[in-house]
């Protein structure tokens, strides 16, 4: 090599860029296939624990034949919700949230459980003078101790107004999975016996006056 020479720079041939690129390439795919897998394993352990359907209380519907004699109408149910809270689900344990059978809000899941108790009474009025509206002012549970708190107020058309709160207990578990279906499970009784107290209280036959 003759002094003053030149050298050319150092350049990668086109043979090992694409080998670069494939390499580069190959990690990517790598890393997408994971991130894949791992939110797939995310959704996976993710389940859903749906309250069962809605089943009439024999006790409030003989309450109803006798006390709303001239039938009755039912309208809007509303609810309060906490921090963080959706109208038709709750998370349980952050294992899956108890929702209603239908995705309806558990203000509407209680509204349908109190027409049905109406029907099978055979005092539904839609059109009746009197209708019944509810909000329903705070539900949430514990898995932990196996308890269901659900506050509900009726009010009336003629201007009368009532309020019952339920404590509903029931057997669950340590572990979670077993515990959210349990809590699920115990939400119609619960409200079984939330609708009880409203019919059974004194106060019930003067909304329907």
């Known amino acids: 090599m003759q002094a003053g020479t030149v050298m050319p720079a150092a350049t990668l041939c086109p043979t090992n860029h694409r080998a670069a690129k494939r390499h580069v390439s190959g990690k990517r795919m790598k890393k997408t296939i994971a991130l894949v897998s791992l939110a797939s394993a995310v959704l996976a352990g993710c389940s859903t624990y749906a309250v069962p359907r809605y089943s009439i209380s024999a006790d409030n519907v003989t309450a109803l034949k006798t006390a709303a004699v001239n039938g009755v109408g039912v309208g809007a149910f ?3 919700l906490s ?3 959706h109208p038709n689900e709750i998370m349980c344990r952050g294992v899956g949230p108890i929702k209603t059978q239908d995705g309806e809000p558990f203000a509407e899941f209680i ?3 109190f027409i049905s108790e109406l029907k099978i009474a055979g005092v539904y009025a839609p059109t009746a003078p009197i209708q019944l509206t509810g909000h329903l002012d705070s539900i949430d549970f514990s898995s932990t101790s196996g308890i269901w708190n659900l506050t509900l107020t009726v ?3 003629n201007g009368q107004h009532m309020q019952v709160a339920e404590k509903y207990t029931y057997t669950t ?3 979670g999975e077993t515990a959210c279906n349990q809590t699920a499970q115990a939400l119609m009784p ?3 016996d939330l609708i009880g107290k409203v019919v059974h209280a004194p106060e019930f036959a003067s909304l329907l006056k």
């Open 78 to 80: 509303t609810q309060t």
């Open 83 to 85: 921090a963080n809270q």
């Open 111 to 113: 509204r349908r459980a």
């Open 155 to 157: 009010t009336s058309s």
């Open 173 to 175: 578990s340590y572990y």
């Open 190 to 192: 619960a409200v079984q």
